[in-house]
């Protein structure tokens, strides 16, 4: 009888162990998904002129903004990497610090960052965690630029 119930006992556990891989794979496969279709329509907007224009903010060209949308794509790219566990913590902190080496990427970060740390407040903790970093790295490039200028003069 006791046999039984330990069997009993591990195959409730394996079957809930299961239950919670399925559920954690089909939302990595929802984040694929949603990425996917929001880098084929950037793609689209940064490959026509007319819908750049149409999308872009009022107070900025649409050649800007295709080269801001550019550098959304690659912290898109960035998040989604963490996000699905191929960049650990350090890894992504890592290529944070390179990303924001960037010109177009601390542009857009000076821009919009707002906006995505408005997203992470009502997304995912992930989200919230490379904004983090994020943020960290643009401060730091930040402090590098100031410095390097005052030695300059």
């Keep these: 009888m006791k046999?039984?119930?330990v069997a009993l006992l591990a195959l409730t556990a394996l079957a809930g162990a299961c239950l919670v891989q399925r559920d954690r794979h089909h939302r990595q496969l929802l984040d694929v998904a949603t990425a996917d279709r929001q880098e084929r329509a950037m793609d689209r907007i940064m490959a026509n002129p007319e819908l750049a224009e149409a999308w872009k903010p009022d107070d900025m060209s649409a050649t800007k903004y295709v080269?801001?949308?550019?550098?959304?794509?690659?912290?898109?790219?960035?998040?989604l990497r963490h996000?699905?566990?191929?960049?650990?913590?350090?890894?992504m902190r890592f290529y944070?610090?390179?990303l924001m080496r960037t010109k177009c990427v601390r542009d857009y970060w000076q821009r919009f960052g707002s906006v995505r740390e408005s997203e992470a407040v009502h997304g995912e903790r992930h989200l919230g965690t490379v904004n983090d970093a994020l943020t960290?790295?643009?401060?730091?490039?930040?402090?590098e630029q100031k410095d390097?200028?005052?030695m300059a003069s």
């Design 136 to 143: 960290v790295a643009y401060r730091s490039v930040q402090r």
């Design 96 to 98: 944070a610090d390179l």
């Design 3 to 5: 046999f039984e119930r």
């Design 148 to 150: 390097s200028s005052a």
């Design 67 to 79: 080269t801001l949308m550019s550098a959304n794509l690659a912290l898109g790219t960035h998040s």
């Design 83 to 91: 996000r699905l566990g191929v960049d650990s913590t350090p890894q």
